[in-house]
């Protein structure tokens, strides 16, 4: 069989496989500074996913979405933008052709900050019209600062658009695309504990934010294990028994 990808797979190699689960790789298209691809987004999101996948027995990953809502980083040349609606649309059809495929567990695996709204408004619509579905997502930025250590990144946490931690992820993802030449961010003032709707170009110039000239190869490689070290597990009971919460009766009151 040709390994994880759906687009690789001829219909008898599906049939085969018997997968029970599969991964959803979002991204989008648009300015990540001057360093790195414009589909930086969808490429992340789905070297990660056929990562864990390749780890797992039953799990396919299909082919990436390069288009995402992406109308903040409109200034920056070149964005390519879903409206909210679209998006939501284009991802509730994909849910709807696996459940119909029989394929009822499903991880959205998201490497764009716009895709966040319509993930969630088509994966809430579609546990409701198809209650047998496990549907779970995840951003690789949360995973990674939940879990990876704490001085791992220099400045501002790594975080940032095409800052530290996503740049290292391209050194270590796609190397051949990256030119770190040109690369260069800025560091805006936010506040963390609030969320804010920024146009991109209130952030920065550059079309990168945080500290890109910090990244490297290991720090990208801490990302890449962090991610697939968590996920590996999640996905293996995912695929084995879907989500099952198993609700307990609170503890009494100690007296």
């Known amino acids: 069989m040709n390994g994880v990808q759906l687009e690789l797979l001829t219909s008898q190699e599906f049939v085969a496989a018997e997968f029970t689960a599969a991964i959803i790789p979002l991204g989008a298209c648009e300015s990540h500074g001057d360093h790195m691809p414009m589909?930086?987004?969808?490429?992340?999101?789905?070297?990660?996913?056929v990562r864990i996948a390749e780890q797992l027995e039953h799990t396919v990953v299909l082919p990436p979405n390069y288009l995402g809502m992406s109308g903040h980083y409109r200034h920056q040349p070149m964005a390519l933008s879903l409206s909210a609606d679209t998006q939501t649309r284009v991802i509730a059809d994909v849910l709807e052709s696996l459940h119909h495929w029989g394929i009822h567990r499903v991880l959205l695996l998201n490497g764009h900050d716009g895709n966040i709204p319509p993930i969630e408004i088509a994966a809430r619509n579609m546990k409701i019209a198809h209650p047998e579905m496990s549907i779970a997502t995840m951003d690789w930025w949360v995973v990674t600062n939940q879990r990876i250590p704490a001085d791992t990144f220099d400045v501002w946490e790594g975080w940032g658009h095409a800052g530290e931690a996503?740049?290292?992820?391209?050194?270590?993802?796609?190397?051949?695309l990256m030119q770190m030449e040109h690369a260069r961010g800025q560091v805006p003032t936010t506040d963390p504990s609030v969320r804010e709707f920024w146009l991109f170009e209130e952030l920065t110039s550059y079309g990168a934010s945080g500290a890109p000239s910090h990244a490297t190869e290991a720090k990208g490689t801490a990302i890449v294990n962090t991610v697939v070290d968590y996920m590996v597990p999640y996905m293996r009971r995912f695929e084995d028994h879907g989500l099952s919460y198993n609700p307990q009766d609170e503890p009494p009151v100690q007296s």
């Not at 996503?166 to 051949?176: R, Y």
């Open 166 to 176: 996503e740049t290292s992820l391209g050194i270590a993802l796609f190397p051949d």
């Open 39 to 49: 589909g930086t987004d969808g490429l992340a999101a789905h070297a990660l996913a």
